[in-house]
């Protein structure tokens, strides 16, 4: 399996990755991770190489989409 540092020089990320993979693939922090994978909004099944936990890759587009959608709608407004 290649290393993360090989993968950011894919054409296209793997269908389904690795917890460590998924946080290179979005960018967000642990923390946003742990609070999707507690809300079911990304899960991570034993069913990579070696048992590994991995989470599909359209899932994890499908949880960022969301994610500034709703930092889209808040109110930004600083009372100028």
């Known amino acids: 399996m290649p290393s993360l540092e090989r ?3 894919l054409p ?3 269908a389904a990755l690795t917890e460590a993979q998924a946080l290179a693939y979005t960018g967000v922090s642990e923390a ?8 079911g ?3 991570f099944l ?6 590994s ?9 499908a949880a960022l989409a969301q994610m ?4 889209e709608q ?4 600083f009372g100028d």
Do not use: S
Request: glycine share 4%; no cysteine.
């Open 32 to 39: 946003q991770m742990r609070a999707w994978r507690k809300h």
């Open 68 to 71: 500034f959608a709703i930092a």
């Open 7 to 9: 993968l950011k020089d």
């Open 74 to 77: 808040e109110d930004w407004d």
């Open 53 to 61: 936990a991995i989470a599909l890759r359209a899932d994890l587009d």
């Open 41 to 43: 909004i990304v899960r």
């Open 12 to 14: 296209n990320w793997p």
């Open 46 to 51: 034993l069913k990579g190489r070696n048992g």
